[in-house]
């Protein structure tokens, strides 16, 4: 099938980022992991020793960058629908988090240790129908969210990408009746056009 001038617009911008380029010549699986640096200055997200739960890793690029910062003694556990390739200083499970036979095997590795982060750049596969795209991403928000309150320990952080559009605001509120402190980060990373921000959240002590 001849690509379309959607697509092929997309891929000239894609082999164009200076994100992408920097990715590839640094090493790390993906652009995204220049938005978690981003925030992770700002913010100091990242302790050694900290245990970070990444919801939605593939390809890894955040996963990445979190085996990095919390060294020595920290532990990374990445979870996701789709296979992961080996990442150092990162244990992966493939499967659904909400799923029973997952959370248990999550509980084996946490070996009861407590999360002290939980981050999620998770987005749906996109259809190209705005309405149902932007539902499906706050859904998959919602669950990172749930995922975290039931997993964070006090003080613990919760990182989340949300698209703004229908149900950001519910969400937005929503997310601060449930934690101490809520804020919006758009790093430098985000294209332009995308209606992606980040919200950083943190469990009461």
């Known amino acids: 099938m001849k690509p379309s001038k959607t697509s092929k617009q997309w891929m000239h911008e894609h082999v164009s ?7 590839k010549k640094e090493g790390y699986r993906s652009r995204a992991a220049y938005k978690l640096l981003e925030i ?16 939605g890793a593939t390809p890894g690029g955040w996963s990445q960058v979190a085996a990095a910062k919390v ?11 789709l296979p992961l390739d080996p990442l150092p200083g990162v244990e992966f499970i493939q499967g659904d988090f909400r799923e029973e036979a997952v959370l248990k095997q999550l509980e084996q ?3 009861g240790k407590p999360v002290g982060l939980v981050i999620s750049d998770m987005a749906p596969n996109i ?8 539902a499906r991403a706050m859904h998959l928000a919602e669950l990172a969210m749930e995922f975290a309150l039931e997993h964070l320990k006090p003080g613990g952080s919760f990182l989340v990408k949300v698209f703004q559009g229908a149900g950001f605001e519910e969400y ?13 980060r758009k790093p430098k990373a985000s294209r332009d056009r995308s ?11």
Request: glycine share 6%.
């Open 17 to 23: 980022d200076p994100f992408v380029q920097m990715a």
């Open 40 to 55: 992770d200055a700002k913010d100091h997200l990242f302790k050694p020793g900290t245990v970070v739960v990444d919801l």
């Open 71 to 81: 060294k020595p003694g920290g532990k990374v556990i990445a979870l996701d629908l």
């Open 109 to 111: 590795l946490l070996n």
């Open 127 to 134: 259809s190209g129908v705005v309405s149902a795209d932007q």
């Open 172 to 184: 937005y509120k929503l997310m601060r009746s449930r934690f101490a402190r809520v804020v919006t």
């Open 195 to 205: 209606s992606e921000v980040y919200l950083l959240a943190t469990v009461n002590t």
